[in-house]
Structures are given as C-alpha cells and as structure tokens.
C-alpha cells in the first residue's frame, strides 16, 4: 500500500515473490517485469539481477491495485452478491462486469472478443464496422424484419450450392480451377511479373470509406466481435496512420488476441516437451537407442507401480517419498548392470 504499482511475470512471482501478496493480471501487452527494479527497494530478482531501472513501455492502471471496471472493484468482491462474469476490453486489458458494459453481452459462445464503452469511444472509426462485425449487428433499426431478411439471404445460398451439387456444377468448377492453377503456375514462380499484374488490377480502396458512406449507428455501449474480425478491418495507408496515432496498431493483428497467445503456449510446452529426449535419441547409436527406450518404459512402469499405492491408499506423495523411489531405483539399476557385465564376461 502507498507504493508505486509494479508489474512481475510469472516465473519471478513463484522464484521472487513466493511470500508477496499479488494481483493476477492476466494478459498485458507490451508489458516488461519489474521484479528487482527501481520500484523495488532491497529486492534483486534471482533469475536476471541485472536489469535496467525502469520500464519506459509500461503502463499501469488500477488493476495493479486490484481494483476493476468502471466500478473499480477488487475481483472477487467480497460485497457483491450478483454472480456476473468479468469479460476483459481487447484494447485497454482492463477487466469489465457484464452489467457495466452498457450493452448486454451475447451469450459467451457468440462472441469472440469485447471492445469496452470508453475504447469504442477512443476508436470511434470500429461503429462504422459494427453493423457488418459485431456481435449482433448493430443496426439503426434492430427489427424483427431485418433478421428475417438476413435469414431468407442464407437460405437462398444454402439452396444455389445444394443445385451446384445435384448438378455436378461445382465438381465442374473445381476442377477447372484446379486445371487453371496449374497453368498459372510456372509463371507465378518464375517471374516478377504477376504480382505486378495484381497490383495494377487492384485500386486501393478503403474499405473503411465505403462503410462510412453508409448509414451507421454510434452508441455508448461496449461492442462485440467475432473471431478473425481483426483481419477484416482496413489496412491502406491512411488506416495504418489513424491506428498508430490512437496506438491501437494491434487490432489488425490477429496474433495479438488471447487465444492467438493460449494457442502460442501450448505448441511452445509441446515442442519444448518432445525436444530434449528427441534430440539426445538423435545422437545416440542404435544399441544406446533401444536401452534408453527399455530403461524410460522401467522406470515409467515401476514409478506408475509406486505412485498408484499412494492413490489407492489415499495418501500425500512427499518430497521424500520421490526421492526414495529414485534411491531404489538407481540400486536396482545398478544390481542390474553389474549381473549383466558378470554374464558378459
Ligand atoms: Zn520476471
Ligand atoms: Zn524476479
Ligand atoms: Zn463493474
Ligand atoms: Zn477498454
Ligand atoms: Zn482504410
């Protein structure tokens, strides 16, 4: 308390801070670990001493202090009795109650992302995308006729491809296309020529314009939005200027979202978990191969034996009970070895 906020990742708050009290944040982009800087008095980090003083690039806000939403609460709020889920804003990373949105939010499942009411404010350009976006459309008139409309527009499509299909038009079609991707190309590969064909064909349009020319709703409510609606928004030039100078350069960026990032943790944990024995099976001969293999399924099978004593048993696995399965493990091991080098010779 009356200190100033700091911010530590997750490897210090387990090796740096196993006694501190803290706040879990979650997501933050562009964030740097304060663990051991400046903001720290007699503390140095115990996995990178030596680090610079301060982080020009980080911003705080009141969630360092616990507090969340417009109705800067700590979460969970020993005082609030109305169960609602926190939903967190893409743009500024804070932490919003349903109830606090201004708009009630679609069921989880429909939506993918959540632009909280002050960032709808600050990127005042995404209302002109919302009746195309967002989730649900948000339209000047939101009227029961307006959906059948959007429903007779679906069935119809639903229809023209079932007739593609009966009539053998689309296996047509695609083999065409395949004959034509081929023809194209050799001539792809080999020259500079086609993309600047492409180029010449393609006027830059913003696609932003053209949504502004048509009519449009601005509210003050959260928006929400559906997965790969990042990569639908304008990239020209004057679009990438106006997103650097509201500093929301990210949301264009599909590898920015949350789940981009989850997706990220988990194939780094995959690789990282199959690379070490890969790679010292790699530099082994055949013979070190198969007796790394047999010893790995020995201890796999006697330490499930061991571990499932406890579970049936009920009992706590402890530090020492670990180590003494590895102690009578290496002896057996070692009884082994030894019978083997007495047959050898
Ligand atoms: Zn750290
Ligand atoms: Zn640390
Ligand atoms: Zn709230
Ligand atoms: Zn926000
Ligand atoms: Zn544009």
Redesign the pocket.
């Given at each position: 308390p009356g200190a100033e906020p700091a911010g530590i990742c997750l490897a210090c708050s387990y090796e740096c801070h196993g006694t501190h009290r803290l706040f879990e944040l979650y997501t933050k982009r562009n964030f740097r670990c304060d663990c051991g800087n400046s903001k720290f008095k007699n503390l140095q980090c115990k996995l990178l001493p030596e680090k610079g003083k301060v982080n020009s690039g980080n911003k705080y806000n009141d969630n360092f202090y616990g507090l969340y939403?417009?109705?800067k609460?700590p979460y969970p709020d020993p005082e609030d009795e109305i169960p609602d889920e926190m939903i967190q804003c893409i743009v500024c990373e804070d932490w919003?109650?349903g109830r606090?949105l201004g708009a009630v939010p679609p069921e989880s499942g429909d939506f993918h992302e959540m632009v909280c009411q002050a960032c709808m404010k600050h990127c005042h350009f995404l209302w002109a995308y919302a009746p195309q976006l967002a989730v649900p459309p948000l339209t000047k008139a939101n009227s029961l006729e307006d959906e059948r409309i959007v429903l007779k527009v679906e069935e119809s499509e639903e229809q023209k491809k079932e007739i593609k299909k009966e009539s053998g038009v689309e296996h047509h079609d695609t083999k065409e296309e395949k004959q034509l991707e081929q023809f194209n190309e050799p001539s792809t590969s080999s020259g500079s020529a086609c993309p600047e064909v492409v180029t010449k064909n393609e006027e830059p349009v913003c696609k932003l314009k053209e949504l502004q020319s048509k009519p449009f709703v601005k509210k003050d409510t959260a928006t929400f939005w559906p997965s790969n609606w990042r990569s639908k928004l304008c990239t020209c030039e004057d679009c990438l200027k106006m997103y650097s100078e509201l500093e929301v350069q990210f949301l264009t960026d599909e590898c920015d979202t949350v789940l981009a990032y989850e997706n990220k943790g988990t194939s780094d944990q995959e690789t990282e978990r199959r690379d070490p024995l890969m790679d010292t099976l790699n530099s082994m001969n055949r013979v070190q191969q198969v007796e790394l293999i047999c010893e790995y399924n020995d201890l796999k099978t006697e330490l499930t034996d061991y571990l499932r004593r406890f579970a049936d048993e009920g009992t706590v696995v402890k530090r020492e009970d670990i180590q003494h399965f590895f102690e009578e493990f290496q002896s057996r091991k070692r009884r082994r070895t030894n019978r083997m080098q007495y047959y050898c010779s």
């Open positions: 939403c417009t109705c609460r919003f109650h606090h």
